[in-house]
């Protein structure tokens, strides 16, 4: 580390570089934004509408869709009434209407007088920051369902897209709430997470993104960080999270489903949160994408300097031996890579000797970050996949900073008489790599 910056200067030195690829791909993007009536009453809810603020600030077209149920719940009370539910959706009759209007109403002129005030105690208070609502939804009943009549609860029937797009375009914020009207000019209260699933789709936007209370966890209680949506839909059929996540996740399948590219679902809880899961490689919630995030495939001459990036500096400490630029673009397609939202994280070189049926493993690396979480497995794994396919029986590789590593996973070691003749004429005596054999079943 430079001895002329601190640990907290490098911190924010080692965030920028990571987020700035980032700052740049989300410029000009649109992201529709759910958050429910929990987050605007909760303690984080101002560091939430500064993060927005920052986000409008950095060029992203931002569409706000609010929820408003704890807040229904409260008028409903006050005014002396009771809410009646049916399958997890509020009936409104015509009691209960005026009710939902002003709590809805009340939140939204909160928000909106919360984004009024920019970003506070901030080089860029005062900076302009629009925020527009209007008419944009509309509605149809949600009618009578297994003999139960809905009254004045609706569903999305058509977004005003183009009025939307029209106010992105002029660096407006959209806010979006859970009241849709009919072409008849009746009011209905709307699911919140259903109009910005809706928006999303129907805006073609880049991300829906649904502020949760939780986390998505796996058996292990480990939490799930990304899924493609054959997993998400598997995921929905064992009904294994609460309502809430169940319902939020079942959204963001349906968006990606429909074209939205990615869905995030990220908690709430976490102050920055928003920030983390969009300004940082791995995040703080799941991604659910329409596209592979992370994935292992063949490497193209076109990766030549992501794994440069990688293999460089393990070079410099002798844990690899030197190639050069030139020799890996000639020797790109023996290698496999894992990449990760655009990014290599590891690679790996399969180079066969069809006379003897071995297979040299070369040049397995995984960046720093990602060491210890299975990925050198998962290349070698692969590798030896492909030696199969090959008709090779045996790998072998020559190291001289890793042999536990390949010894916990059948390598044994060897001397030289047992590499391939054109391999043991390359041997480099002064580096006086170790050389190991794995037999393949």
């Known amino acids: 580390m430079n001895k002329l910056i601190n640990n907290n200067q490098q911190q924010f030195i080692d965030w920028f570089r990571q987020s700035s690829p980032y700052i740049h791909s989300h410029r000009k993007r649109t992201f529709v934004i759910f958050f429910g009536g929990d987050v605007v009453q909760g303690d ?36 002396g009434l009771t809410s009646s539910y049916a399958d997890n959706i509020r009936i409104t009759d015509t009691s209960t209407l005026p009710a939902v209007e002003q709590a809805i109403g009340q939140v939204r002129v909160n928000i909106e007088a919360r984004l009024s005030m920019g970003l506070i105690n901030t080089p860029m208070a005062g900076a302009s920051l629009r925020v527009v609502s209007g008419n944009y939804v509309t509605a149809r009943p949600y009618g009578v369902r297994d003999g139960i009549d809905y009254f004045h609860t609706g569903e999305v029937r058509k977004i005003d897209t183009q009025a939307i797009r029209s106010q992105l375009e002029l660096g407006n914020i959209t806010l979006l709430s859970p009241i849709g009207y009919s072409p008849s000019g009746e009011a209905f209260n709307l699911h919140a997470e259903d109009v910005a699933t809706e928006a999303a789709i129907a805006l073609k936007a880049d991300k829906l993104i649904m502020m949760t209370d939780g986390f998505l966890q796996d058996k292990h209680a480990e939490q799930i960080t990304q899924l493609d949506i054959k997993q998400a839909k598997k995921l929905l059929l064992k009904d294994c999270f609460n309502t809430e996540l169940q319902s939020h996740l079942n959204n963001a399948t349906q968006a990606c489903e429909r074209g939205v590219t990615r869905a995030h679902l990220i908690n709430h809880q976490i102050d920055g949160s928003l920030l983390i899961e969009l300004y940082s490689r791995d995040g703080c919630g799941t991604l659910i994408s329409a596209e592979q995030y992370e994935g292992l495939r063949t490497a193209t001459i076109d990766d030549v300097g992501g794994i440069l990036e990688i293999i460089q500096p393990m070079e410099q400490q002798g844990v690899l031996a030197q190639r050069s630029r030139e020799q890996l673009e000639l020797e790109i397609t023996q290698f496999n890579i894992i990449e990760r939202d655009g990014m290599i994280i590891g690679c790996a070189a399969l180079y066969p000797y069809a006379e003897e049926s ?3 493993v070369a040049c397995l690396a995984v960046h720093p970050d990602y060491r210890k979480s299975g990925r050198g497995d998962i290349l070698l794994q692969q590798l030896e996949t492909q030696a199969k396919k090959l008709n090779l029986n045996q790998l072998f590789l020559l190291t001289t900073h890793t042999a536990h590593w390949f010894i916990e996973r059948g390598f044994i070691e060897q001397d030289i008489d047992n590499l391939p003749v054109s391999k043991k004429s390359l041997y480099n005596l002064q580096r006086n790599s170790k050389i190991f054999i794995k037999e393949l079943d």
């Open 44 to 79: 984080n809810f101002a560091h939430f509408i500064h993060d927005i603020s920052l986000l409008n600030s950095l060029g992203v077209r931002l569409v706000l869709v609010h929820g408003a149920r704890p807040q229904i719940e409260q008028q409903v009370s006050n005014l």
């Open 358 to 360: 071995m297979g040299e």
